[in-house]
């Protein structure tokens, strides 16, 4: 049994604007139901085009006073967020375990690792300096020019997070356009609004200059062209799904975009690997949170010679998951909803009907489905290429390192890839002619460090994120001359 003998109290929140908790004019709220207990444990505002005027107009107003106060202050208001962030780290927690069905340990590991991420933002901008040239170093320039060059604000970001880190992947977007001198529109996902929430309500507890960052939660039918084409709008980072991500960019024109979008992420197993090792590397990359990750591995493409011996060893491990509800500390929870599961069991039953081998799994309850190993995968099945978000794993016997690279490549994503080997000049050679953002040799792959870049190819995004990156996006270049008199 999945649900929890304590009964949820349903709360109404509100939402943020110019440093005050609002109820919409709408009078609508939306339901949040909660994946694993399968009630309603809140309802978030639905709020109005006009409301999302007021919060970009605040937002306008706040930036331009943001934008003339010292990097040191702005550092200190960031720096409280983070502490209380980590004051607040159990109750948020328990939000994000009820909301998105994630483990109460991971959830609390998000909320912890968001607050070094906040830290580690603010150290990074700290060391940023801007440079000077002189123009005599170009042949015919004249010494009599200097070039100085810094990094200013873009002005109103928009931040569009997901559901799967609903804390970790909100802050990873706002506190880079902080410190760079940027007010903030956020636009959590509907279903992780909440954790949002109570991560802009620690937010709040820092005292933030009012309007500087505002929190709007909504109907996409109702306000998301509305929010993406708005004229207010400087610049718009999103994380979310490709179809999502590709309608964003038409709509946005020429407003400066970072999208990190949707992953088919290869573990490349050849002959000489380690098969425990990487066994247990795939096993965690693919299934920890169900796989509800972007950066899961979605396949794995193991050499003909040694494929049953590591399709025995996967079965073993997914053998050992535990699963159910995420309050027992389970890896493998329900899904984010209904239509996520049908759409994994979809790709399941698809397989099967074309000759796919369920080496473990396919087993339902609602939206919780078990681990499954589909081996004899092949490239006409949809489980070769589509995204399941979900705990599926297909199985691809290639018969060489280059059919290994030519199906990998295939594929419309481009996030990342993992190659298991012993010979590192081969890891190289296949990392070189994989076109991903990222490469892991003999790792899952995986998000982390924050500081690394994190670079999505083709449909899996444009523009790069990691601290550094997300400032330097958040931000573009201005150049002063002086002209000396000589």
């Known amino acids: 049994m999945l649900a929890s003998v304590s009964a949820i109290k349903v709360t109404d929140y509100k939402f943020y604007v110019n440093g005050q908790w609002k109820e919409s004019q709408s009078g609508q709220t939306i339901d949040i139901r909660s994946p694993y207990l399968y009630e309603v444990m809140g309802r978030v505002q639905a709020i109005t085009k006009e409301e999302v005027d007021e919060a970009i107009g605040f937002a306008r ?42 483990g109460l340990k991971d959830a609390k590991n998000e909320v ?56 970790n992947l909100s802050a990873a977007k706002l506190a880079p356009a902080l410190i760079a001198g940027n007010a903030v529109i956020f636009k ?18 820092a005292e933030f200059p009012k309007g500087l960052v505002n929190l709007i939660t909504g109907r ?29 960019a038409k709509k946005a024109a020429m407003i400066p975009l970072v999208l990190e979008l949707g992953g088919k992420d290869p573990g490349i197993v050849r002959e000489d690997a380690d098969l425990v090792e990487a066994a247990k590397q795939i096993i965690s990359g693919a299934f920890s949170y169900s796989g509800q ?10 050499h003909e010679s040694i494929a049953d011996e590591l399709v ?32 994994v069991q979809g790709l399941i039953d698809d397989a099967i009907e074309r000759g796919a081998t369920v ?54 994503f481009g996030l990342q890839a993992s190659v298991f080997t ?31 870049p994190f670079i999505g190819v083709k449909g899996s995004g444009m523009g790069a994120q990691g601290i550094r990156r997300s400032i330097e996006s958040m931000t573009r270049e201005k150049v002063t001359v002086l002209n000396l008199s000589l």
């Open 312 to 343: 025995g060893i996967l079965k073993g491990e997914i053998e050992k998951l535990a699963v159910g509800s995420p309050e027992e500390g389970n890896t493998v929870v329900p899904l984010i909803d209904d239509q996520s599961a049908d759409f």
């Open 61 to 102: 107003g706040a930036q331009i006073e943001w934008a003339e106060t010292s990097l040191q202050e702005r550092a200190k208001y960031l720096y409280k967020w983070a502490d209380e962030l980590v004051n607040m780290q159990d109750e948020i927690a328990e939000i994000i375990m009820t909301e998105v069905g994630k």
């Open 220 to 248: 996409g039918s109702v306000i998301g062209d509305y929010l993406v084409e708005h004229k207010g709008i400087d610049m718009i980072s999103f994380t979310g799904g490709t179809n999502t991500g590709a309608h964003l």
């Open 112 to 167: 912890v690792r968001t607050a070094d991420f906040i830290r580690y933002t603010v150290e990074e901008a700290l060391h940023m300096h801007g440079e000077s040239m002189k123009g005599d170093s170009f042949p015919g320039g004249s010494k009599s020019k200097i070039a100085m060059i810094e990094r200013v604000p873009l002005g109103v970001v928009l931040a569009i997070s997901p559901f799967n880190y609903p804390v």
């Open 359 to 412: 080496v473990i799994g396919n087993k339902r309850e609602r939206n919780l489905i078990y681990p499954t190993l589909l081996d004899h995968v092949t490239e006409d099945m949809s489980a070769a290429w589509e995204e399941p978000f979900g705990p599926v794993l297909p199985v691809i016997r290639v018969s060489s390192d280059e059919e290994a690279i030519n199906i990998a490549n295939k594929s419309e």
């Open 188 to 205: 959590p996902a509907t279903q992780g609004a909440i954790s949002g929430i109570k991560m802009i309500e620690a937010l709040h507890k």
């Open 293 to 302: 990750r972007c950066t899961a591995i979605k396949r794995v493409l193991v």
């Open 422 to 452: 012993k010979d590192i000049n081969k890891a190289f050679a296949i990392a070189n002619k994989i076109e991903t953002g990222s490469v892991q040799i003999n790792g899952r792959t995986e998000r982390g460090p924050d500081h690394f």
